[in-house]
């Protein structure tokens, strides 16, 4: 069975995503605060670990391309490795093109989950790193089956998901977020077409959110003013 998965985010109160853009704190408001508030709130939400997209995962990928074998008929299963009892850092990277050198991104034991067209000397440079790996259809893209695996394979019960914006909206799209956890910046970016929470890659007459509601469940104020909402999704009436 699928994890539970909160969409946990912090924004701008536009809904933007790059802190840098956005407008600086009040007076007697030290910056970096709202970092603090994420960290702080996102252990308050007992998960199992958290999972990104590959471009937010990229700042801990620093490895390079290496050497390793394997024999396919071994590879080509799910790859459970050494956990260690660590939170887990999931990386949603289709076409394997992050190299990582180490088994952990933060200290939290990573999970690489691509599809099945990336190549075996991958699957092998992953083993050799200590990496655990799933699959998610022969392209990547099959995440419920990506889920299901992440909760029977890894025991893996509740999971945050932490974007990019493209990735929050695939996951909406395909109806896997049971909550959202949105940390309410009090700045302003204000530019069109900067990376917002959703960002679903469809035609401009798709509704990525179709058959949803959304139940506000809690609401609280923390300090420097920034606001801590949840909902959780559940199906329109």
Request: net charge negative; proline share 3%; charged share 25%.
């Amino acid at each position: 069975m699928r994890p539970k998965i909160i969409c946990h985010m912090v924004s701008s109160i536009d809904g933007r995503l790059l802190p840098d853009r956005w407008t600086p704190p009040a007076a007697g408001i030290a910056r970096g605060w709202q970092h603090r508030h994420y960290e702080a709130v996102a252990a308050r939400l007992d998960a199992d670990g958290w999972m990104v997209g590959r471009k937010s995962m990229q700042e801990f990928a620093k490895g390079i391309a290496r050497t390793a074998t394997g024999t396919s008929d071994t590879l080509r299963a799910t790859h459970v490795a050494d956990r260690r009892g660590r939170a887990v850092a999931v990386a949603i990277d289709p076409h394997g093109r992050l190299h990582y050198s180490q088994d952990n991104a933060g200290g939290d034991h990573i999970i690489a989950i691509v599809g099945q067209q990336v190549s075996d000397a991958y699957l092998a440079e992953l083993r050799a790193d200590g990496v655990s790996y799933l699959f998610a259809g022969e392209d990547g893209t099959d995440l419920r089956e990506a889920m299901d695996v992440l909760g029977d394979a890894f025991g893996i019960e509740t999971i945050l998901l932490e974007g990019g914006g493209i990735t929050n909206g695939t996951f909406l799209k395909a109806g896997l977020i049971d909550e959202i956890s949105l940390l309410v910046y009090p700045g302003i970016d204000g530019l069109a077409g900067v990376p917002s929470i959703f960002e679903f890659l469809g035609a401009v007459d798709d509704h990525p959110a179709a058959g949803k509601a959304l139940r506000h469940f809690g609401t609280e104020t923390l300090e420097g003013g920034v606001v801590w909402l949840r909902y959780k999704l559940e199906a329109a009436a």
